[in-house]
């Protein structure tokens, strides 16, 4: 299983992002994907998760900011971030758990700045 981040980039305070993560490989029907996030000098944390049913759990911090979806037809998972904020600053990874193991994506970085 490999997981392909990518739509990082530099934003404005303010500005809205939208990352995308595609899944390939062996991907089971009942599972989660997830994004994580990892400032400097900071642990990496839950962004958001959806599981293939649908429900979704969200970080406080972003709740009524961020948005996660899933394609299942295109194995894809995406994350739009509005109303992005200087603390949204942070490497963003995507995860997909299933039947006890745990994949994870090259981070993409996601700068908001003035």
């Known amino acids: 299983v490999q997981l392909q981040a990518s739509g990082g980039g530099s934003v404005q305070p303010g500005g809205s992002l939208r990352l995308s993560c595609a899944v390939s490989?062996?991907?089971?029907?009942?599972?989660?994907m997830g994004w994580y996030r990892q400032a400097p000098g900071k642990q990496r944390e839950l962004v958001a998760a959806?599981?293939?049913?649908?429900?979704?759990n969200y970080a406080e911090s972003v709740k009524g900011r961020f948005t996660i979806s899933r394609d299942n037809a295109k194995n894809t998972v995406y994350l739009q971030m509005n109303s992005l904020k200087p603390e949204d600053t942070a490497v963003y990874y995507c995860?997909?758990?299933?039947?006890?193991?745990?994949?994870w994506g090259k981070g993409t970085l996601v700068t908001v700045s003035s």
């Open positions: 490989g062996s991907i089971f029907s009942l599972n989660v």
């Open positions: 959806m599981i293939s049913n649908g429900r979704t």
């Open positions: 995860k997909l758990s299933q039947r006890g193991m745990h994949y």
